[in-house]
């Protein structure tokens, strides 16, 4: 581990705390991480802190022995949210990792009493940690452009962790075996044949949504081209996914509302997930279910598995992986042909599951 820029954690390592609340796909990004703390501090202690919402993604991660919910609606849960802060310095660990660097993280982290603090130096709250790591550093502490889970592995490298886990960037996701089956069987009785395809229309940020008009397209084609559909959707998300069914000219099956727990169920009876850069994605790869995304915002290399049955297409525009999350020409999702993405899927159904991505360049009107 010569080329790791190690931090000066003081002591000895036996009680760690991770802060890394928000998205479903950023806490399942950051199981990688969590595992190679687990194995690389012998008879460690590893809590996590996760917004109470995302508790199911980590209550069965075997590399986990607590995981303390994180009240999410303030300022009127103040009261739940100091009690936490009190209960965690409680707690006396020795290593506390920021993964996310909010101002509610970096207190928590301060509060916390740690003599090991590790989080991003960013303006301001980045005096409340006592190791700072520039934000996308590797593990020798430079700038670098890798996929997500990568950084958290470097992280917990330079924290002191060693160990083959850290060569590990495999995303965990432990399912409930009954609510699997469970859901195995919806999937069979509503897709019983053909290759099942899921759509994830919805997105977190508008300027990494494909257009409604070019999923009913997307549709339609792998429809016409013998695979059953199913739209997927979430919280707030319906709408959108049954807008999608209605103006589709073939059939396509309207998933019932789920749980995470249920969602991966359905995400792992797949033949194939085409989503935008999001949460419902990252769960289709800790579920091993083979993914395509459509790309615009952001970059493949960070956000895209570098091994495995993962694929992604983007259209060929200067301006994309601008990491915008409102854009007003919305380009790169205007000008990949919903043709080409069908096509891709269909090739991709079709040829050994090795992971590729695609750049189309848009044809001039």
């Given at each position: ?18 802060l890394r609340p928000r998205a479903l796909g950023d806490v399942l990004l950051a199981t990688p991480a969590l595992r190679a703390l687990k194995h690389g501090f012998p008879a460690v202690a590893l809590h996590v802190a996760v917004d109470d919402g ?126 699997a089956s469970r859901m195995a069987r919806v999937v069979e009785q509503e897709l019983p044949t053909g290759p099942r395809v899921g759509l994830s229309p919805a997105g977190t940020w508008q300027a990494k949504t494909y257009p409604p008009s070019s999923w009913v397209e997307l549709g339609d084609r792998l429809v016409a081209a013998g695979c059953r559909v199913l739209l997927l959707w979430g919280p ?130």
């Open positions: 581990m010569s080329d790791v820029a190690r931090l000066p954690v003081r002591g000895t390592v036996r009680r760690i705390l991770v995302l508790l199911p993604v980590l209550q069965r991660n075997p590399d986990i022995d607590r995981v303390w919910p994180l009240p999410r609606r303030l300022p009127r849960r103040r009261g739940a949210w100091w009690a936490l802060a009190r209960d965690l310095r409680r707690q006396h660990f020795d290593l506390v990792i920021d993964l996310h660097g909010s101002p509610r993280t970096a207190l928590l982290a301060l509060f916390s009493g740690a003599r090991n603090r590790v989080g991003y130096a960013l303006r301001g709250r980045g005096r409340l940690y006592n190791l700072r790591i520039a934000r996308d550093s590797d593990r020798r502490g430079r700038r670098s452009l890798q996929y997500a889970a990568r950084v958290g592995l470097d992280i917990v490298a330079r924290c002191g962790a060693t160990g083959p886990a850290l060569a590990d960037d495999s995303l965990v996701f432990v399912p409930d075996t009954a609510i707030g998300e319906r709408t959108l996914a049954t807008e999608v069914q209605s103006r589709m000219s073939l059939p396509a099956v309207l998933a019932p509302a789920t749980s995470v727990d249920e969602l991966a169920g359905i995400l792992a009876r797949l033949d194939l997930l085409i989503s935008n850069d999001s949460g419902v994605k990252h769960l289709g790869v800790a579920c091993g279910t083979p993914t395509l995304t459509i790309l615009g915002p952001t970059h493949p290399v960070a956000w895209v598995p570098p091994s495995g049955p993962h694929a992604w297409v983007r259209a060929g525009v200067p301006c994309a992986a601008c990491n915008l999350t409102q854009c007003l020409h919305h380009l790169c999702m205007h000008l990949l042909a919903a043709e080409e993405v069908a096509r891709r899927a269909l090739a991709y159904l079709g040829r050994s599951r090795t992971a590729f991505g695609v750049e189309v360049r848009p044809l001039p009107e």
